[in-house]
């Protein structure tokens, strides 16, 4: 045995450069399972720790105080606390975060007291524990000039004063919505997390959404003043069950948590906003996006990105970050629930996996027994079930061939169709009109956009763009989703009046769905234009989006 408060040894590993370092502490010899060695860790991040991501006061919205937040997920949480850093371990956590007042901090937990406890200096601490066993990536902290609002019976949103009303309007309709609607899916599985917050964090802020336990990381970008983008917290609220209940033992089963919760989002679309023919169209919306995102990848001679499973071995998953494996995954998913008779054999199939594998982390082996163990005893045939092509949907490049269009076609679909056409068709736009999308949800237009940027009229006329633009407005719309298209489509017709556009717009975000694209379709376009645009925005972007670019436009 070791003496309470003696010193121990320990290793370090060699600098592997995407893993780190390895921390080695030999344990006693005669434990058994169940028993506990408690392990005190001395240690501090430093400023290149990657997880962490600091504000000075004006980058941050009040421009009065300094913010920091963590995003853990991949591989980072390892530069915030020494860990297993890996998803297929699980653990409770407590944290005490100090902070100077007028600051508040906030985590992915409970809070352990009402109000934070005043330390001798002034300074204010908040301690937070969450109960349940999870990944390391959800460990997650923030602190700022924080207020909440409640929006909710079990929901407040927080964010810099600035913003909290325009958050609490964006969110206060649906999220309680959206949290009974996925319950009612899981009927066998209760949410088991208590609150759900959200925390409504700076542009800069790589992500759309990160599902920390009760306590959502929500981009600003996502705030519309028209409620246009909230599927992303139907997202994150389904990752209460895929994901943070039922976890991908490894990343390259990434598709386990990622393409089963973009499912799960339509299901609850389907639920809460517009029904049956909404949620196919939201899974042809994605099969849109999936097809431009791969024909990308395949223009860069990179088929690897576009499996279900890619090789990562000793690749940083966020290098290898993409839609693949949330759309090609909910594509599969889809595929599965056709092949087995319709949505509702696949939930009552998804609460048996779940009830089974709730708290463990798994792999896509361990998925694929259990679904056909569960449906050739529940009525489907040998032969459908060996019809599989797992292999192909796994481990080949691109969309494996099949009909979905067929399937998915709607009254939604049909509606975008006739607008196409007439993109696609127009001599010089003076046919085009504001009324064209008057009627159309922005996820029509986001259809639109994406299947004119596949087809093959592309480069696009510059006429016509002049047109669209100034019947449609595409360059300030305040839905970013629109608005990053219709750059992308400018910049790959070489549209000269987009830069300037794209400078600005690059200026404001820092999601990596938008930042990425833009910059590689600028850099195709004017690679000096785009050196610039670095140069004068990349300090604000994220780790994770300067190790992607820093190379390729730093020079």
């Known amino acids: ?36 060695h408690n392990i005190r860790i001395y240690y501090s991040t430093t400023p290149q720790s990657a997880a962490l991501q600091w504000f000075e006061p004006h980058q941050t919205t009040g421009k009065k105080h300094p913010y920091v937040y963590t995003q853990g997920e991949a591989i980072l949480t390892r530069t915030l606390v020494p860990c297993m850093d890996t998803p297929s371990v699980k653990t409770p956590y407590s944290i005490s975060l100090i902070v100077p007042p007028p600051l508040v901090a906030v985590a992915s937990g409970t809070p352990v007291t009402s109000s934070p406890v005043v330390e001798h200096d002034g300074w204010l601490k908040y301690s937070y524990h969450q109960k349940n066993e999870i990944p390391s990536y959800l460990i997650a902290i923030a602190a700022g000039a924080l207020k909440s609002k409640k929006i909710g019976p079990r929901s407040s949103v927080w964010t810099e004063e600035e913003l909290l009303e325009a958050a609490a309007f964006e969110y206060s309709q649906h999220t309680e919505q959206f949290v009974a609607a996925a319950e009612s899916l899981f009927k066998d599985i209760p949410y088991v997390w208590g609150t759900y917050d959200l925390l409504v ?10 599902e920390n336990p009760q306590l959502t990381f929500l981009n600003s970008s996502l705030i519309t003043g028209d409620h246009s983008l909230v599927d992303v917290v139907a997202h994150e609220i389904a990752h209460s069950w895929s994901g943070n209940l039922v976890t991908n033992a490894s990343w390259t089963d990434f598709w386990l948590n990622e393409g089963f919760t973009m499912y799960l989002e ?13 949620r196919l169209f939201h899974i042809y919306l994605g099969l849109k996006e999936l097809t431009r995102v791969v024909k990308d990848f395949q223009s860069e001679n990179d088929g690897e990105s576009t499996k279900l499973r890619p090789n990562l071995t000793g690749i940083d998953p966020d290098d290898k970050f993409s839609i693949v494996p949330y759309e090609k995954g909910c594509l599969f998913l889809y595929y599965l629930e056709l092949l087995v008779g319709g949505k509702n054999k696949i939930i009552e199939w998804l609460n048996h996996f779940y009830l089974q594998h709730q708290r463990q982390s798994i792999t896509s ?14 009525g489907i045939s ?46 010089d736009g003076s046919d085009l009109s504001s009324n064209d999308i008057e009627h159309f949800k922005p996820s029509q237009v986001m259809f639109s956009l994406d299947e004119i940027l596949t087809s093959t009229k592309m480069p696009f006329n510059h006429k016509v763009l002049d047109r669209m633009e100034q019947h449609y407005r595409f360059f300030e719309s305040k839905n970013v989703e629109i608005a990053y298209r219709f750059l992308g489509l400018c910049l790959k017709s070489k549209y000269a009046p987009a830069v300037k556009k794209v400078w600005e717009f690059l ?38 989006i300067k190790c992607a670019f820093e190379n390729k436009l730093n020079k």
């Open 507 to 544: 200026g404001v975000h820092g999601r990596g769905r938008y930042v990425k694209y833009l910059y590689n379709v600028l850099n195709e376009y004017d690679h000096g234009e785009a050196v610039k645009v670095w140069a004068e925005h990349g300090c604000r972007y994220h780790s994770v």
């Open 1 to 36: 045995t070791v003496k309470e408060g003696a010193l121990v040894n320990y290793t370090q590993s060699s600098v592997h450069e995407v893993l780190g370092t390895a921390l080695s502490v030999p344990l006693p010899q005669g434990l058994k399972k169940g028993d506990t």
């Open 201 to 210: 964090l700076p542009s800069a802020f790589p992500y759309g959404g990160m």
């Open 266 to 278: 339509r299901l609850i679309l389907d639920k809460v906003i517009g029904g049956e023919d909404y």
């Open 382 to 427: 040998s032969e459908k079930l060996s019809s599989i092509d797992w292999n192909t949907w796994w481990y080949g490049e691109g969309i494996p061939s099949f009909d979905f269009e067929s399937h998915l076609h709607n009254h939604y679909s049909s509606e975008c169709e006739s607008v196409i056409q007439k993109w696609l068709n127009t001599v």
């Open 365 to 378: 082996e361990i998925m694929k027994q259990n679904f056909l163990d569960y449906f050739s005893s529940h």
